[in-house]
Each structure stands twice: as structure tokens, then as C-alpha cells.
């Protein structure tokens, strides 16, 4: 018999963005310009962090 999955699998941690590289904005004033996207992703990564270390104290930051 197969043995369960950790807690942690079910709900594994989640991961930080990839930053963008400085040659990835084209600096033409794009409406939504790779680091906006960016900065919009890091902050919904810190909300989902900050949860999930709610549900995992255990865990470290």
C-alpha cells in the first residue's frame, strides 16, 4: 500500500516570479511594460506566500 503524500505536496509552496532582465523592457513607454507585469506578479506571489505560511508555520520565510 502506497504511503500518503505529505501535507506539504498537496500544497506546495509557491515560487517567486522570474524577473524580468533589463534588455526585456524596450523603455518605449509600453502601457504594460514587462516590469509592471512584474511588479503585479511579485506582489500576488507575496499575498500567496504570506498564506501559505499561515497554513505552514513550520515552515521558514
Not at 502506497?2 to 509600453?30: H, N, Y
Not at 503585479?40 to 513550520?58: C, N, Q
Request: proline letters at 16%; hydrophobic letters at 30%.
Amino acid at each position: 500500500m502506497d504511503s500518503p503524500l505529505p501535507i506539504t505536496d498537496l500544497d506546495p509552496r509557491p515560487q517567486p516570479p522570474e524577473k524580468p532582465l533589463p534588455q526585456d523592457c524596450c523603455d518605449s513607454g509600453c502601457q504594460m511594460c514587462v516590469n509592471d507585469v512584474y511588479a503585479a506578479e511579485l506582489e500576488g506571489y507575496r499575498l500567496a506566500l504570506a498564506l501559505w505560511l499561515k497554513r505552514h508555520p513550520e515552515a521558514s520565510p
